[in-house]
C-alpha cells in the first residue's frame, strides 16, 4: 500500500491526503512509501516529476490532481511500441495505401511522437508511387 510519510511528525497518511491527520501540516512534498513511483511530466516546463508532486521545482508551477491523471493519461497514449511501428513502416513500403491511411489518422493526434511517425508513414507510403510513376514515364525497354 502507498502511502504519505509526514515530513513533520513522521504520520503515516494516505497518498490522496493533502495534509497531515495528525499535526495538520501540509503534505505537499512528503516522502512516498511503498507502491510503484511514476513520473509524468510538467505541463509548464516539461520536466520529469514523480508522483505525490504538487509544484514543479523548476518552474514552480502548481499542478492539480486533475492534471496529473490527464498528463499521465496522455503520456500513457503517447507510448508507442518499437515493433508496431517498425511492422507499421513496413507495411507503408510495400503496401503503400495502408501507410497513407495509417499517417492520415497518426497526422491527426496531437502528440508529438504520433505526428511524426504518421510523417514517416506518409513519405515510406508515397517513395512506392513516386517509384511507379517514374519507371512508367522511363521503361527500360526502348521499343
Do not use: W
Not at 115 to 138: D, T
Request: glycine share 8%.
Amino acid at each position: 500500500m502507498t502511502q504519505k510519510v509526514c515530513d513533520r511528525c513522521g504520520e503515516y497518511n494516505s497518498v490522496s491526503a493533502m495534509v497531515c491527520s495528525s499535526c495538520g501540516s501540509t503534505l505537499s512534498r512528503s516522502e512516498i512509501i511503498g507502491g510503484t513511483k511514476t513520473s509524468y511530466d510538467c505541463p509548464e516546463c516539461g520536466k520529469k516529476l514523480e508522483t505525490g508532486v504538487r509544484t514543479c521545482l523548476s518552474c514552480g508551477c502548481f499542478i492539480s490532481e486533475e492534471e496529473k491523471h490527464e498528463i499521465s493519461y496522455r503520456n500513457s497514449r503517447a507510448a508507442i511500441n518499437p515493433y508496431i511501428m517498425g511492422i507499421l513502416y513496413l507495411t507503408s513500403c510495400f503496401i503503400p495505401l495502408v501507410g497513407i491511411v495509417a499517417a492520415i489518422m497518426l497526422l491527426t493526434e496531437n502528440e508529438p511522437l504520433r505526428r511524426k511517425s504518421g510523417r514517416v508513414c506518409l513519405c515510406l507510403g508515397l517513395i512506392p508511387f513516386i517509384y511507379i510513376i517514374y519507371v512508367i514515364n522511363h521503361p527500360i525497354i526502348q521499343y
